[in-house]
């Protein structure tokens, strides 16, 4: 009950009005107006409706305003309105199937489902604490991450690409064969085309059934694509704390920061590295740290970051790999091949595998890894014919295996995997490799048992 006479008193709208003083760039600059940062504010302008905004800092004396729309028809003096200082968005089960944009307002052509519940767009992580630990695999249903990359039920994990190396189509696989029993999908800053070609043909009917998708485009303002994450991940959390086991794709964290950014310099921050302004790098861990496990349910997130020319040591990319719980790399070398999905198997980790996956499992994988290292560092030599067979063994193993590694990773989009299909395949390859199984506990006990009664 305390918990929620706080939220209602955060939430009251307060007799607080203020005027236009001067624009500066895309923001607003208000006289008199003391209204806390994040406040939801209302704007008139000489013509059409008001003009919502939101509370981004303080310059002097002046409250700076960034506007959630255009500039139109906003003019020096126009009233400025406290509309609260809390920010909320509805939430229910009646989203699943929906899309829907920062402020939870559907935006795919049918009536807007009738939600009792809001739930705080800012809301803090849950205690490290009360976290339980990750035990359980988690099926994203593309056969090299499941086999090679295994991920855990509440994990976080990167993927990092250059733009048109198939990101897209990655995410359109996991929602679609994922053993989530909810999506929850944000495409911040994306391509208006983008969004219907990655809801009709990426998603599917099958996918969208079990899915909310929340699209911030990249025409947008700033401040809309902030939002729009952090929209999101309320409703991630929502699904969480109902019990619900959570799949969480955000598209991207790269122009988060950008947005982010964009807000920042606005509001009169230094920029740093790159032009990013510190609460680009403040913000990035309060977002993430949200997914997880908690008590109640877990939400296992995929974050894409989009590197500039392919370089995964750029700012934001070297920050968000030092959040998470692990990273896949998509290379372009590898998808102008003709491969998809183009994983880089020797450039992703996943830091949980080892504690959720047999040493059986562990051993072929990295087996399996071996051999793809063994073949990247003498490809060259290979190619050229300056290799001759029979020179070393583990080489002419990672020549002869080279095209059934590669079908193993392969994957179509209309196939489906699971992760009890992928180890049980990875186990059979490694058998090819010539790596020998470890027998169970009940293979050792009883071989210890005919030992002592031979000795007896």
Do not use: W
Not at 28 to 43: K, Q, T, Y
Not at 77 to 91: A, F, N
Not at 242 to 254: A, H, I, K, P, Q
């Amino acid at each position: 009950m305390e918990r929620i006479c706080s939220q209602l008193d955060q939430l009251m709208s307060h007799d607080l009005v203020g005027g236009v003083v001067e624009t500066i760039g895309t923001t607003i600059a208000v006289g008199g107006f003391p209204a806390p940062v994040g406040s939801v504010v209302e704007i008139q302008r000489q013509s059409g409706k008001p003009l919502a905004g939101e509370v981004v800092g303080f310059r002097g004396e002046l409250t700076l305003v960034f506007p959630l729309e255009q500039l139109s028809g906003v003019r020096q003096g126009s009233s400025v309105r406290l509309i609260r200082t809390m920010r909320s968005i509805p939430v229910g089960d009646s989203l699943l199937g929906r899309i829907v944009d920062a402020h939870g307002n559907c935006i795919d052509g049918f009536p807007h489902p009738a939600l009792t519940m809001r739930s705080p767009m800012d809301q803090d992580p849950p205690i490290a604490t009360s976290r339980p630990r990750i035990h359980e695999t988690f099926s994203t249903g593309v056969r090299a991450i499941d086999g090679m990359l295994t991920c855990g039920d509440g994990q976080r994990i990167g993927i990092f690409a250059g733009s048109g190396v198939g990101k897209s189509v990655t995410l359109g696989m996991m929602a679609k064969y994922a053993s989530s029993e909810v999506n929850v999908i944000a495409l911040i800053g994306e391509r208006g085309r983008e969004v219907n070609d990655f809801i009709e043909r990426d998603l599917g009917p099958e996918g969208m059934a079990r899915s909310v998708v929340i699209v911030a485009t990249s025409d947008q303002p700033a401040i809309m694509r902030v939002q729009a994450a952090m929209a999101a991940t309320s409703i991630a959390e929502y699904f969480r704390e109902s019990g619900r086991r959570v799949l969480f794709m955000m598209d991207s964290v790269t122009r988060f920061a950008m947005a982010q950014r964009e807000i920042g310099l606005a509001a009169g921050e230094p920029p740093t590295t790159k032009g990013y302004t510190p609460s680009v790098f403040a913000m990035l861990p309060k977002l993430v740290e949200r997914t997880g496990r908690s008590a109640q349910g877990s939400i296992t997130a995929f974050y894409t970051v989009l590197v500039e020319g392919d370089d995964t040591n750029e700012p934001v990319s070297d920050a968000v790999r030092g959040l998470l719980d692990g990273h896949v790399i998509l290379s372009r070398a590898i998808a102008a091949k003709g491969h998809y999905p183009a994983i880089d198997i020797l450039a992703s980790i996943s830091r949980l595998m080892n504690d959720l996956v047999s040493e059986e499992t562990r051993r072929a994988a990295q087996t399996i890894r071996e051999l793809m290292s063994t073949y990247r560092e003498n490809e060259d030599l290979i190619n050229i014919g300056a290799y001759r067979q029979g020179t070393n063994p583990q080489i002419d193993l990672a020549i002869r295996m080279r095209s059934e590694i590669d079908t193993f990773l392969r994957q179509a989009m209309e196939e489906k995997s699971s992760v009890a299909a992928a180890q049980q395949q990875l186990l059979q390859l490694a058998a090819k490799c010539g790596a020998r199984p470890i027998p169970n506990a009940a293979a050792l006990a009883k071989a210890k048992r005919q030992t002592q009664q031979a000795g007896a």
